[in-house]
């Protein structure tokens, strides 16, 4: 997973609050560790940045993608119940931060290995969510389980398969993972699955 | 825009090459200045990251999300001649880095005004491609343009449509632009518009 997904939990009101992600400010230059000043750079850019005084480096700060799966085998979804904070203890999708040198669906996959040890055939795109308040972009994929047996990572307690009328709706980590799951059974219970599902969270 | 495209630019061998993306290494933590250190962190993680040794500090480095859009006015598309390196005098797409406290779309909407000075009602996404070695994520949306007037910005030279025919395919300057703007004439001569095209570039 990497960094930890500092996300709205389900239900938090402060959820509600569009604002701009709270991150940590760069305090020194990553190039020769010189206090940086936030201000608007030299090249017409319009908004402010890190910007090294001594060696000039701008520090550009993005939005990060959070990839993950839907594995289904049969009518059934794998969930895997957190054993890191945030939300220590609750219900998600296997999901994690995507990496450097990997597509989305590459790490959507790693992220299926490393936090359920499950065999998957990957599917479709299935949503795209931009979560604003907290900078993130999460995205799923559809998944075919090749098995039921799973290998939990360190960041799981544990992985299980669930019935649409079985999954524990209030004890879902992250807002994204809940429309992703509910978008994802009534697609299928439409007969429309294939759609992908672009929309913005704040 | 804020940082630059460092893209694989049409045509160039290397693109074919998978690799890390080459990014600058960071040398001093963000938070006191130190001098870091390369290695895996203490929380399980399985990929060094730049640790600071002074106040532990983990520096992660992930893939940026590129967005834009495809401004259509009947069925001419509307590209930009780049005013800025890399490709120089090339035409594109709409597009540049999604920023913090924007969504995809937002950032999309809010590119095609600072490029092309645009009016536009955004549509749907379209394209979401992976390019590995540069450590990027490229969506486009397709835009309905309201006006054929537009006011480019300092980053272009020219904003000007094109129908398919007049397309100066080779003189695009990215490939997932040329890719994009492919799939879409293929799907709206096929009517298939609607479906979203998301795979790789190495």
Request: charged residues 25%; glycine residues 8%.
């Amino acid at each position: 997973m990497g960094a930890p997904m500092n996300l709205a939990p389900t239900g938090n009101p402060e959820a509600a609050k569009p604002a701009m992600p709270v991150r940590v400010p760069i305090k020194h230059c990553r190039n020769c560790g010189i206090a940086v000043v936030y201000r608007l750079p030299d090249d017409g850019d319009t908004r402010e940045r890190g910007v090294c005084p001594a060696c000039d480096t701008i520090h550009y700060e993005n939005p990060a993608n959070v990839v993950g799966t839907i594995p289904m085998l049969g009518e059934r979804v794998l969930l895997c119940k957190r054993n890191i904070e945030p939300r220590w203890g609750k219900w998600t999708l296997p999901a994690g931060f995507m990496e450097l040198g990997e597509s989305l669906s590459q790490g959507a996959a790693r992220e299926t290995d490393e936090e359920a040890g499950a065999q998957i055939e990957m599917g479709d795109l299935f949503s795209v969510i931009s979560v604003v308040r907290v900078g993130q972009v999460h995205m799923f994929y559809t998944a075919r389980l090749l098995s039921d047996q799973f290998k939990p990572g360190h960041e799981t307690i544990e992985a299980r398969l669930f019935r649409e009328d079985e999954i524990p709706w209030d004890e879902i980590a992250f807002r994204t993972v809940r429309e992703t799951l509910r978008l994802y059974f009534d697609d299928r219970r439409a007969r429309t699955l294939g759609r992908v599902h672009a929309f913005d969270l704040n």
